[in-house]
């Protein structure tokens, strides 16, 4: 069931991706008079495909989906008749080309601003920004900041949630910066702490716990809550109720201990020492393997008993008006898509390992994990990676967006076209860089996938 969750949410992403994408470079092409041969989800051979309107554009689904395209009448891939030349792509003026090449990118941007309006309309649940025990000799240890201190503001943003500061720290961080932090400390003092981020390794698997950051968590009893219907813990007969007194013969007391255990514990059976009503029960149990962010963890079948009252103290829920989540929506499309251009340039600059380009079985194992997180987490997810797309697009490489218009600004500035064989080379370099890319992020892919 994970597996096929994964491969759907991660198929329709693609579709919703690949879709807004070629709507925008056909809607454009459609608004500058160029008609249009074909619209086609992936490459290759046709699957399925029909004929629509009065130009009978072909719509079509391929059988390689990783991609799509808008083809448009143009004279230099066949003979057009000259009842329709005025009509083809090549015939158009440079801006309407430029419009034309530039709709696909802009497209993927517009639908994050649009899934970011209705989330921030919507409501985003997040943890509130406390932290737990803070770590010797860390960052935020030498800040000066203690356990239970509530973040406020970083580097003068206000901060509601843990995520809100993790982003904000992250690009303080690649910038190597010495930050204020403003914190309110369990007595309901605010202070304000310089925070120096100049020797933070921004490529940790838990960058906020490296630098101190540890979040406090609810001491949620061992108590199960929930039993899922034919995993493990089902099958040996544990309840609803049952609280878990040891684990292999080491004692547990809290959910965050149990829970821990049995991740780490692979597929290796445990000994489990059972307290229900009063009596104790002994089982062995054998977790079952699942992959989380590219790592084996043990799942027995078990959730926790939640004290919601201790729980609303720890979340929150951030939402706006339709008029400010408008602007914030356009503020986080803004600053994400500078964000990824930047790390692109820290990553070309060598000072970014390569290691965090991801490929395909990584946005695929992203968009599995928050579509069993929820809606909300799922189009957040959507609106980031439709961002990554609309920047990547606008690199100026060949073969992809930013090329094209590379060439109609050196076009611009000549005055005349630039000559076939620049074209042709460009292409075929363009074609290799791609390979490459593509080639590396799977490679980080597999090997993601065998290190864990």
């Known amino acids: 069931m994970n597996i096929l969750l994964t491969l759907a949410a991660f198929a329709l992403a693609l579709g919703i991706l690949i879709v807004v994408h070629e709507l925008g470079h056909y809607a454009v092409a459609r608004a500058c008079g160029v008609k249009v041969l074909r619209f086609s989800v992936g490459f290759g051979k046709s699957l399925v495909s029909r004929r629509i309107g009065a130009d009978r554009t072909e719509w079509s689904i391929a059988a390689f989906p990783l991609g799509g395209y808008v083809k448009m009448l143009d004279e230099r891939e066949g003979d057009v008749a000259a009842s329709e030349a005025h009509r083809a792509f090549n015939r158009q003026s440079v801006y309407k080309r430029g419009a034309i090449v530039l709709a696909g990118p802009f497209s993927n941007l517009l639908l994050a601003v649009f899934l970011y309006w209705v989330l921030f309309m919507h409501g985003i649940p997040g943890m509130k920004p406390v932290l737990g025990p803070v770590k010797s000799g860390t960052p935020v240890a030498y800040a000066g900041f203690r356990e239970g201190d509530e973040l406020l503001e970083v580097e003068h943003q206000v901060v509601k949630t843990w995520d809100d500061a993790r982003w904000i720290l992250i690009q303080q961080a690649v910038k190597k910066a010495e930050i204020d932090v403003s914190a309110r400390d369990q007595g309901g003092h605010s202070i304000t702490h310089r925070l120096d981020l100049s020797h ?12 101190g950051f540890d979040r406090v968590h609810p ?23 049952d609280r878990i007194v040891a684990l292999d013969g080491k004692t547990v007391k809290t959910w965050s201990e149990a829970a821990s255990f049995i991740r780490n514990n692979g597929a290796k059976p445990i000994r489990m020492n059972v307290d229900r009503n009063g009596v104790t029960l002994n089982f062995e149990v054998t977790p079952e393997l699942s992959t989380e962010h590219g790592e084996s963890i043990g799942r027995v079948g078990i959730a926790a008993k939640i004290d919601q009252d201790a729980m609303d103290k720890l979340f929150t829920e951030v939402r706006y008006s339709p008029g400010t989540a408008f602007i914030r929506a356009f503020d986080k499309t803004w600053e994400t898509s500078s964000f990824t251009l930047k790390m692109l340039g820290e990553m070309l600059l060598g000072q970014i390992s390569m290691k965090n380009i991801g490929g395909p079985i990584t946005i695929a194992d992203y968009a599995g994990q928050s579509a069993k997180i929820g809606p909300v987490a799922y189009l957040s997810f959507l ?23 590379m060439y109609y ?15 042709e080379i460009g292409q075929q370099v363009g074609t290799f860089l791609l390979f490459s890319l593509m080639a590396l992020a799977i490679y980080n892919d597999l090997h993601r996938l065998i290190t864990g």
Request: proline fraction near 8%.
């Open 200 to 211: 933070v390794d921004i490529d940790s698997k838990d960058f906020l716990a490296d630098m």
């Open 219 to 241: 001491d949620i009893p061992s108590i199960i809550g929930e039993v899922v219907q034919g995993g493990p813990a089902s099958r040996i007969g544990l309840h609803a109720g």
């Open 383 to 405: 609106a980031l990676i439709s961002i990554s797309l609309g920047v990547l697009n606008l690199l100026p490489v060949p073969v992809l967006d930013g090329g094209h218009l």
């Open 409 to 423: 600004m050196a076009e611009i500035v000549r005055g005349r076209p630039l000559p076939d064989k620049a074209f």
